[in-house]
């Protein structure tokens, strides 16, 4: 939706040996018993440590649903992949909140009409005045003529997977 502004979803990026380090500290600190494997309640206290939320039950559904029967939790080859999924999802909604801001210059808390003009005459000068209204109409869901974060955020997701 926004490729000229967002640019493409960024690739995957390498982790740092110390963010890897640190997430494998983690993980060996909540495997307490050492059995090479982090239960449902011991995944839920790592994100805990390296995110500051609890997951929720989905989540932790979604993760205990995924791993190896025989061994009841999540590996730390698992545990590593998931984490690094999560941080670069981390990321990019900050890039995304980012961009917003940079839309938003009155610091309202929403977008109009007219801060999409104002940034797409920056960003993409030659743009036609309708393709920007179009887009403002796209991300604007409810059609109440303010583009919140949340619709950004959504015009921006969905932008990518077309």
Not at 16 to 42: N, P, Q, T
Not at 116 to 141: I, M, N
Request: charged share 30%; glycine share 4%; with cysteine.
């Amino acid at each position: 939706m926004f490729p000229s502004v967002a640019g493409a979803r960024p690739q995957a990026r390498e982790t740092s040996a110390s963010e890897r380090r640190k997430w494998v500290e983690v993980f060996k600190a909540c495997d307490e018993d050492s059995k090479g494997h982090l239960s449902r309640e011991d995944f839920k206290v790592a994100i805990v440590m390296l995110f500051g939320y609890k997951p929720s039950k989905i989540e932790a559904d979604s993760v205990m649903s995924s791993v190896n029967p025989n061994t009841s939790g999540v590996s730390l080859e698992g545990f590593l992949d998931i984490v690094k999924r999560k941080k670069e999802a981390q990321l990019y909604r900050n890039e995304i909140r980012h961009i917003f801001t940079a839309f938003d210059v009155h610091y309202r808390g929403f977008l109009t009409l007219e801060d999409f003009k104002r940034a797409f005459s920056r960003v993409a000068p030659k743009l036609p005045e309708r393709t920007v209204l179009e887009v403002f109409r796209e991300a604007d869901q409810d059609s109440d003529g303010h583009v919140s974060f949340r619709d950004f955020e959504y015009a921006m997701n969905y932008g990518q997977a077309k």
